[in-house]
């Protein structure tokens, strides 16, 4: 079992189970569909994803964790960019570039 975004593929292809991630919270049908292609071997098509999904786990994490997060459920609509104190949301710039993956990738 993978705790790590970054590595819930490589941990599937050596024979891993699964994954506890935050980055599905924003993308659950292609992080889901990643994981599922590679229990199934099908590498190819999971690898595919994996690459298409790394920016946005080094977005979300960028600034720590959950304003990454927080900041791609919001542009999703999902949920209110809402932190309690002594967390702080995400900066306009890091808000900024998770919307351009997101628009760009068409997540």
Do not use: W
């Not at 189970?17 to 590498?43: R, T």
């Amino acid at each position: 079992m993978s705790g790590d975004d970054v590595l819930a593929l490589p941990t599937v292809t050596a024979g891993g189970d699964g994954v506890i991630s935050v980055l599905a919270q924003g993308v659950p049908a292609i992080f889901s569909l990643m994981i599922k292609e590679g229990l199934h071997e099908n590498y190819t098509e999971a690898y595919k994803k994996h690459y298409t999904l790394m920016p946005a786990a080094d977005l979300i994490f960028a600034e720590g964790n959950p304003a990454g997060i927080k900041a791609l459920l919001a542009q999703k609509h999902i949920c209110k960019e809402v932190l309690r104190l002594p967390l702080v949301a995400a900066s306009s710039t890091l808000q900024e570039n998770i919307a351009t993956y997101l628009s760009e990738t068409g997540l």
